[in-house]
């Protein structure tokens, strides 16, 4: 990350993060998958979570990621490929940013949270335009590394502690091309607008069979193929941007962005919480048709027999 930053333009403003786990410091919440039950039910910016919480502290919130890619008009993503994926800290971002991808702007129009508000929200005139893609038109690269096994594999490519080492090819690994493995972020982008050409999605392997004690980034640094890898991507970073010039904000920033308050908003999310634990569902909602269908074993004050059940019954 230091490296490129010294490789870049000096007129250029950067701004770079480590989002890695540091004892003590607010880790990034995971996403509640609220586009699951409605798209107007993602507020853009997220607001599952909030800055300053207590209860719930998240990095996205504390550190402002969200005004920060607002803010940017390019992104570098500089990170591993673990078990053939990102780091988790990178995939629990980007699950965060889908509120980039078309995600409510106004959280008032469902109060907050409210599913069925969001559910008649999504099949609304006003839907059609205020669900735009908010960071349209910035640009993102991204350089994943990894050692493609360190010193843990056999001729075969099997794990040499392996047991059974006939039952599946070691040929068979899941890409070709290792950069696939952060194929996921590099799509959200694209369907997002933010644009990712493909020489700025590039994989390079350090460390092929080291030990992970002799691959640090000390290490790393006297690979001669590996850092040319790295310069190459850099400056296609540095010319894409600088061909492109400055990005145009969209409508509704998350820079300068303040979170309304919502304490009785959030009482009664808690409250519906609490009657659905008891099998008192809104009428017409999702949760009463699950239940009427034998879908859930929600816990009722009247235990009957389901719609589901008497049809099996028949």
């Known amino acids: 990350m230091f490296q490129m930053a010294d490789m870049l333009p000096p007129e250029w403003e950067i701004d770079y993060e480590d989002i890695s786990n540091v004892y003590g410091r607010a880790q ?33 919130w504390e550190m402002d990621l969200y005004a920060r890619f607002d803010m940017a008009d390019a992104w570098a993503i500089i990170g591993p490929v673990n078990w053939y994926a990102p780091s988790s800290n990178l995939k629990a971002m980007f699950d965060r940013l889908v509120c980039m991808n078309g995600g409510n702007p106004d959280e008032n129009l469902i109060d907050h949270k409210d599913p069925e508000k969001a559910m008649a929200l999504e099949h609304s005139e006003l839907w059609k335009e205020i ?44 890409f070709e091309n290792v950069r696939e493995a952060y194929a996921p972020l590099v799509w959200q982008c694209r369907y997002g607008g933010v644009e990712v050409p ?7 392997t350090s460390g092929k069979g080291k030990k ?61 919480s609490w009657m659905l ?12 048709k699950q239940k009427s269908l034998g879908l859930n074993k929600d816990r009722t004050l009247r235990p009957s027999k389901s719609e589901g059940e008497k049809l099996r019954e028949k």
Not at 229 to 258: D, I, L, M
Request: proline share 4%.
């Open 28 to 60: 990034i919440k995971s996403c509640n998958a609220c586009v699951s039950t409605s798209m107007a039910l993602c507020v853009w910016p997220c607001n599952c979570y909030k800055k300053g919480s207590w209860i719930e502290k998240d990095m996205m």
């Open 131 to 174: 669900s735009v893609n908010h960071l349209e038109g910035r640009t993102a690269g991204f350089f994943c590394y990894g050692d493609e096994g360190g010193d843990e594999m056999d001729e075969n490519n099997v794990p040499k502690i392996l047991q059974h080492k006939n039952y599946f090819d070691g040929a068979a690994e899941p």
């Open 198 to 204: 493909d020489n700025l999605w590039m994989y390079a």
């Open 212 to 272: 992970y004690s002799e691959n640090q980034a000390e290490n790393m640094i006297m690979e001669n193929a590996f850092m040319q890898s790295f310069q190459t991507w850099v400056n296609n970073f540095k010319n894409f941007v600088e061909n492109k010039g400055k990005v145009t904000p969209g409508k509704w920033r998350a820079y300068g962005f303040k979170a309304p308050s919502n304490l009785w908003k959030e009482a009664r999310t808690g409250i519906r």
């Open 277 to 288: 634990r008891f099998g008192v569902t809104p009428e017409n909602s999702s949760p009463e």
